[in-house]
């Protein structure tokens, strides 16, 4: 029978959403490096408050290269820009020329823009100006002006990562050239963040081109918009934006500067309009108002509004300052933009504006004591949080009045911000350059919650979806998770000999020497540890249990997508649970569309020892080598509004999250092989009343289930 071993053993705590997402959707996910409103808000979501190294992190991937530019999020996939530096070397004039600074690049420069995809199941392990948003200042290589321009060629790619536990999905090397600017000591040559419309990726690396990719990695088209040459060559770092078939991309130096709207499906362009601005480290903003979508762009000269379908020019209001990095941000029927850099300005202009509006009463209000220089405002309930400068001094105004509610109020342990502040469930969440982040509450007088630090400096935006934060370090990529414990990889996690093969096992038998493990676990004994999981205060939130046993059979039985049917394929006695495949229509209908011979999706019902429920969609991803076998399954949340959706009935005492894995590894010299699962679940709190039912039993059902999975397990002769 389908029994407690395929569920509480094997299921990954973690809501999911199929990657190919597509209109109301997106509000769900992170598409953007400001998110699905364009205002760091993630509306429905409520994220942990507290992590630090070794707490609330669900994993820690390290990212190759160098960036720091916001993950975007989408469905069960992240998707991050990076540059990292080869070993080719520029030669000859190809170096001469590079120093030289010429606008429109050597063909030794410009050569290599080819689009290449590899594909991992497994793998290791901001959007951004200048230093993560976009612009000088800091630390680094410092000082004034861009460094040297690098004599290395640099891979540009986008990396997909799997949002359940951060393996590498696939990488696309877009492009391999020689940066012709060195940028500034804060910058990167990978600071600008992709786009997504739950389509298509869409990923802007400036003067290397501007690519498409499909969500499968697949490069479909790029543009090569020439070279920019930044003010004192502090780099590059500005977003595209994307409304329906257009991709809007600002190009903003001290060049001829100007922005394109491209058809997004082929990389044409649709319109361009010169800008006498210099350059800018801004993301478009785009908004519908009164049945017409505007493309609202920061400049040192002017803010100003374009028609979506055309270019043509709305609106336009001088009176910003120099840099301009923030982007703007919509409230109500007004938008909002501001600059920080050798002066501040804040100006609130309405959409209803027509043509040139500058120190007019069209202006809703202007503020001037205070803007930040690199990060951008969040726009929260009607209230604007963001930093002076790139200091660590917190402004808050009414974003309808301007009134200012928290004035210039030093953050605790932070003293420089680069990355833009994020809101969820009531809180802000505040990063400084050097990994702390403050989480205070949302109101008109500061009240810090908590202070978390971690071991990277921070200069990337976080994204938060569902009830996850994601943060880009200068090294590695975090996804914290409240109430996550850390499951420990599989005993045998490396092509060991017997002699070392031996040892582990043993190590994790706790008694139960290795030859009486190996001689009988096929028929009784099974090694099952079983320990709480408990919260800061010491509150029982869950159970950690772990599953050892032998099969002796030929690891061939499992080298195939066999492995996967006999986990989850039809059994005979129904009577405690039902499993069904869940069809390709129901998938479609939810927007899934990942299944394939390495990964299933099943629905699971029962109960568990006649007192709680489990009803939930889980999906099963198969992970094949030559000496192990590994099986992530990963619960699609049954409060998923896609899955109720299919069946909205009563959901009172079903899981409230579960995660692990189960691996198949061959043992050397013995025709054998090792099961090992892990799971870690958290429970609603109710499990835990009454006669504490779950510490006595639990460990009988399991040990009942193994049993049952290792018989299901053993081949048919």
Not at 63 to 81: A, K, M, N, Y
Not at 160 to 184: C, F, K, S, V
Not at 421 to 431: E, G, H, K, Q, S
Not at 686 to 698: A, P, Y
Request: hydrophobic content about 35%; charged content about 25%.
């Amino acid at each position: 029978m389908r029994h407690l071993i395929l569920t509480s053993t094997f299921v990954l705590a973690i809501v999911l959403f199929d990657h190919s997402l597509c209109g109301d959707d997106l509000s769900t996910a992170w598409p953007r490096w400001r998110g699905p409103e364009s205002s760091g808000v993630a509306a429905n979501s409520d994220p942990p408050t507290t992590w630090s190294e070794t707490e609330n992190i669900k994993w820690k991937v390290a990212v190759p290269g160098v960036g720091s530019s916001t993950p975007i999020v989408l469905g069960d996939r992240i998707f991050v820009s990076t540059a990292v530096k080869t070993d080719r070397v520029a030669e000859g004039k190809a170096a001469d020329n590079n120093n030289s600074g010429n606008a429109a690049g050597t063909q030794d420069q410009r050569d290599t823009r080819r689009g290449s995809t590899e594909r991992r199941e497994r793998g290791p392990g901001g959007r951004g100006g200048p230093g993560g948003r976009g612009g000088p200042g800091g630390r680094g290589r410092g000082g004034f002006g861009g460094g040297a321009p690098p004599t290395n060629y640099y891979d540009f790619m986008v990396i997909a990562y799997d949002r359940a536990n951060g393996d590498e999905i696939w990488r696309t090397t877009l492009t391999q050239q020689l940066p012709h600017e060195g940028g500034h000591g804060t910058n990167t040559f990978a600071s600008s963040s992709p786009v997504t419309d739950g389509e298509r990726l869409y990923m802007s690396f400036g003067s290397r081109g501007i690519f498409c990719l499909g969500l499968d990695g697949k490069p479909l088209w790029e543009v090569d918009l020439g070279q920019m040459s930044t003010r004192n060559q502090f780099g590059e770092g500005s977003s595209p934006a994307v409304s329906g078939d257009t991709l809007v991309v600002p190009w903003d130096h001290e060049g001829d500067s100007f922005i394109v709207a491209l058809d997004t499906r082929t990389g044409n362009e649709k319109w361009r309009q010169p800008r006498d601005e210099r350059t800018t480290w801004a993301t478009p903003l785009v908004t519908e108002y009164n049945g017409r979508t505007q493309v609202i762009t920061n400049g040192s000269n002017r803010v100003r509004s374009y028609d979506l379908s055309n270019g043509e020019l709305i609106w336009e209001c001088g009176g910003q300052a120099v840099n301009p990095i923030p982007s703007p941000v919509r409230y109500e029927d007004n938008v909002i933009v501001m600059t920080g850099y050798q002066g501040y300005a804040i100006y609130s202009i309405p959409l209803s504006a027509k043509g040139d509006v500058t120190d007019s009463d069209t202006i809703t209000w202007i503020g001037g004591d205070a803007a930040p220089y690199v990060s951008s405002p969040v726009l929260y309930k009607g209230q604007l949080y963001f930093v002076k400068s790139n200091n660590g001094l917190l402004v808050s105004r009414n974003a309808k009045s301007g009134e200012v509610l928290i004035d210039q109020t030093r953050l605790p342990d932070i003293s420089s911000v680069y990355a833009s502040p994020v809101a969820a469930a009531d809180r802000i969440y505040l990063t400084g350059r050097d990994g702390t982040t403050v989480v205070f509450k949302h109101g008109n007088a500061f009240e810090v919650i908590a202070t978390n630090k971690l071991d990277e400096d921070i200069d990337a935006s976080a994204a938060i979806v569902g009830n996850e934060i994601f943060m880009r370090g200068k090294s590695h990529l975090y996804c914290i998770a409240g109430q996550s414990v850390a499951i420990p990889p599989p005993i045998l996690d490396a092509d060991l000999d017997s002699v070392m093969q031996e040892r582990l096992i043993s190590s994790a038998l706790r008694g139960l020497s290795y030859r009486q493990f190996m001689r009988d676990s096929v028929v009784a004994p099974v090694r099952i540890d079983l320990s709480y999981v408990k919260d800061d205060a010491g509150n029982r939130i869950g159970h950690d249990v772990h599953v050892m046993f032998v099969v002796h059979a030929a690891l061939a039985t499992f080298s195939s997508e066999q492995f996967s049917d006999m986990l989850v394929g039809d059994v005979d006695d129904q009577s405690r649970t039902e499993s069904t495949a869940v069809t390709a229509e129901t998938l479609q209908s939810l927007g899934i569309n990942d299944a394939g011979p390495n990964i299933r999706y099943q629905r699971l019902r029962f109960a568990l020892l006649d007192k709680i429920r489990f009803d939930a969609m889980v999906r099963v991803s198969l992970h094949e080598s030559n000496w192990q076998n590994r099986l992530d399954i990963s619960l699609v949340d049954a409060f998923d509004n896609r899955w109720r959706a299919i069946d909205d009935d009563d959901r009172s005492g079903t899981y409230s999250g579960l995660r692990g894995w189960l691996t198949a590894t061959r043992l050397d010299g013995v025709d054998a092989v090792l099961v090992e699962a892990r799971i870690v679940f958290h429970e609603p709190a109710d499990w835990f009343r009454g006669d504490n039912f779950l510490r006595s039993k639990l460990p009988i059902v399991l040990q009942e289930a193994a049993r049952d999975l290792r018989r299901k397990l053993k081949p048919k002769q």
